[in-house]
Nanobody, 119 residues
């Protein structure tokens, strides 16, 4: 079994910063790709940022230059540093890992963490 645990969400004022973390544990052989998604009320879940096993990154246009995704392979953890936050960044943020366990490759999701940007 694999578990993903997120942390770091909260309430922040416009222009502020937050750092999200997502750590994986369990029967992990290797982690292939990691990503952060978000889901705002009434909207579909969208990709925010992703990082591959070799460290290549990509970002949604709406967050480029403001958000940074990074990872710590030794800790099986991915981070999302969010700066210059805007009210439209308000959403539940989910991490997703593509993990190779002993027998197969699957996508695993975190439980979600609420980010609210409001004055």
């Amino acid at each position: 079994q694999v578990q993903l645990v997120e942390s770091g969400g909260g309430l922040v004022r416009p222009g502020g910063s937050l750092r999200l973390s997502c750590a994986a544990s369990g029967s992990i052989f290797s982690i292939r790709n990691m990503g952060w998604y978000r889901e705002a009320p009434g909207k579909e879940r969208e990709l925010v940022a992703a990082i591959t096993r070799n460290g290549s990154t990509n970002y949604a246009d709406s967050v480029k230059g403001r958000f940074t995704i990074s990872k710590d392979n030794a800790k099986n953890t991915v981070y999302l540093q969010m700066n210059s936050l805007k009210p439209e960044d308000t959403a539940v943020y989910y991490c997703k890992f593509n993990i190779l366990t002993t027998y197969r490759v699957d996508d695993y999701w975190g439980q979600g963490t609420q980010v609210t940007v409001s004055s």
